[in-house]
């Protein structure tokens, strides 16, 4: 059997800046969303994460990460360069690809996709949440607290990458 594949991706911004080297005046943003859905709604540490979802076999990781962006959040995905933070694989197998992007986006106009589930559980009753029920900027400090522990080493390799590009 194949491990699920996921792929997804991290916007990034220094906001109020005119060039885009982070400085300790001027650090950087991290856009998370946050897990929609009965489960998540009361948690906040650890209950963040990198817009991503499941692709097959038919779809580039890359492709992928687009496309989850646009359902999740309900807006296009940015136009490049992607970064590649490479690949992680989770603790149940599913293998994460995810991008970063310099970007900038104003959360208030998310639009976010939904998913049905049986809730409460065992009660026969289907109902929609949406995917992630909001979007924030974060600086690193405050997403590292926010994101699932899982996804942390993608911040890392962010915060490397920008590090040695100026």
Request: proline share 11%; aromatic share 8%; glycine share 10%.
């Given at each position: 059997?194949?491990?699920?594949?996921?792929?997804?991706?991290?916007?990034?911004?220094?906001?109020?800046?005119?060039?885009?080297?982070?400085?300790?005046?001027?650090?950087?943003?991290?856009?998370?969303?946050?897990?929609?859905?009965?489960?998540?709604?009361?948690?906040?540490?650890?209950?963040?994460?990198?817009?991503?979802?499941?692709?097959?076999?038919?779809?580039?990781?890359?492709?992928?990460?687009?496309?989850?962006?646009?359902?999740?959040?309900?807006?296009?995905?940015?136009?490049?360069?992607?970064?590649?933070?490479?690949?992680?694989?989770?603790?149940?197998?599913?293998?994460?690809?995810?991008?970063?992007?310099?970007?900038?986006?104003?959360?208030?106009?998310?639009?976010?996709?939904?998913?049905?589930?049986e809730?409460?559980?065992?009660?026969?009753?289907?109902?929609?949440?949406?995917?992630?029920?909001?979007?924030?900027?974060?600086?690193?400090?405050?997403?590292?607290?926010?994101?699932?522990?899982?996804?942390?080493?993608?911040?890392?390799r962010l915060?490397?990458?920008?590090?040695?590009?100026?």
């Amino acid at each position: 059997m194949t491990a699920k594949r996921s792929a997804g991706l991290l916007l990034f911004r220094q906001p109020g800046t005119t060039d885009d080297t982070p400085t300790a005046d001027r650090p950087v943003e991290i856009l998370l969303g946050h897990m929609g859905g009965p489960l998540w709604e009361r948690r906040d540490a650890g209950a963040w994460a990198i817009p991503k979802g499941e692709y097959g076999p038919d779809e580039t990781p890359r492709d992928a990460a687009r496309r989850e962006f646009e359902e999740e959040v309900g807006l296009p995905p940015p136009e490049g360069p992607y970064l590649p933070l490479g690949e992680i694989r989770m603790v149940g197998g599913k293998l994460v690809t995810i991008w970063a992007v310099r970007a900038d986006l104003d959360p208030a106009l998310a639009v976010h996709g939904t998913f049905t589930m049986e809730w409460p559980p065992k009660s026969g009753r289907t109902q929609e949440f949406p995917e992630l029920d909001r979007v924030e900027w974060f600086t690193p400090a405050v997403a590292r607290t926010k994101l699932v522990v899982a996804q942390i080493p993608f911040l890392e390799r962010l915060l490397d990458v920008l590090a040695h590009e100026g």
